[in-house]
């Protein structure tokens, strides 16, 4: 299982950017991915969710509004675009899935996204 993400960087505060987040290893289209953030001195948490088929498309609350999660199967891909960001979105920005079965989450290598002025 490999979860590669990309499209981090330097933006201002109002500004947008995209992350991707490449998969491999297993069936992509079987498995919710989420996208989680870790700020410096502060635990990761969960910042958004994107079930494996019908389902409910999860946000936490300080980026509803502003950032929506989607995914291509055909690509094994998800992605989070993020717009309005604000300096609290600073964070190295993680991909991650969980199998459920065999009690393990896989996690990407992160990608910072830094917002300043």
Same mark, same amino acid.
């Given at each position: 299982? *490999? ?5 981090g960087g330097?933006?201002?505060?109002? /500004?947008?950017? %995209? ?5 491999? /290893?297993?069936?992509?289209?079987? +498995? ?8 410096? /001195? ?5 910042? &958004?969710?994107?079930?494996? !088929? &019908?389902?409910?498309?999860?946000? !936490?609350?300080?980026? %509803? ?8 199967? &055909?690509? #094994?891909?998800?992605?989070? *675009?993020? #717009?309005?960001? %604000?300096?609290?979105?600073? &964070?190295? +920005?993680?991909?991650q ?5 065999y009690?393990?989450? +896989?996690?990407?290598?992160?990608? *910072? ?5």
């Amino acid at each position: 299982v *490999q979860l590669v993400e990309s499209g981090g960087g330097l933006v201002e505060p109002g /500004g947008s950017l %995209k992350l991707s987040c490449r998969a491999s /290893g297993f069936t992509f289209r079987r +498995y919710t991915m989420n996208w989680y953030r870790q700020a410096p /001195g502060k635990e990761r948490e969960l910042v &958004a969710s994107i079930p494996n !088929a &019908a389902g409910t498309i999860k946000y !936490a609350d300080s980026v %509803k509004g502003r950032f929506t999660i989607s995914r291509d199967n &055909a690509e #094994n891909s998800v992605y989070l *675009q993020m #717009n309005n960001l %604000k300096p609290e979105d600073t &964070a190295v +920005y993680y991909c991650q899935t969980r199998f459920e079965y065999y009690g393990r989450d +896989y996690w990407g290598q992160g990608t *910072q996204v830094t917002v300043s002025s």
